[in-house]
C-alpha cells in the first residue's frame, strides 16, 4: 500500500484548476521569438567583427549571443505548447 502525501491547505484565491494565460503566453511567444533571433544575430556578427583587444571583447559578445540563441530556442519550445495546448483545448 502506498502512502499518500497530506494535502496542504491552499492559502491563495486562485482556482484548484488555475491554468496560464494561453493568448498572453502567445503573444509574448510571437513578440520574443523574432527579437531574441535578431539579437542572436547582432551579437554574433559583431563578435565576428570585433577587434581581439576590443570592448566589449570577442568572448562577451560570444556569450550574449549564445544567451540570446538559447532564449530564442525557449520562445520557441513555449510557442509551439501554446499552438498545441489552444488546438486541443478548442
Known amino acids: 500500500m502506498r502512502a499518500t502525501a497530506p494535502r496542504r491547505w491552499r492559502s491563495g484565491t486562485e ?11 502567445l503573444l509574448l511567444s510571437l513578440a ?12 554574433a ?6 577587434a581581439p583587444d576590443g570592448a566589449p571583447s570577442r568572448g562577451t559578445l ?10 530564442t530556442v525557449f520562445a520557441v519550445v ?7 495546448r489552444r488546438q486541443t483545448e478548442l
Open 45 to 50: 556578427v559583431l563578435a565576428a567583427r570585433a
Open 62 to 71: 560570444i556569450g550574449f549571443a549564445v544567451a540570446c540563441a538559447v532564449l
Open 32 to 43: 520574443f521569438t523574432p527579437f531574441f533571433a535578431l539579437c542572436t544575430a547582432g551579437f
Open 15 to 25: 482556482p484548484a484548476t488555475a491554468r496560464s494565460d494561453l493568448k498572453l503566453r
Open 78 to 84: 513555449d510557442l509551439v505548447v501554446v499552438l498545441h
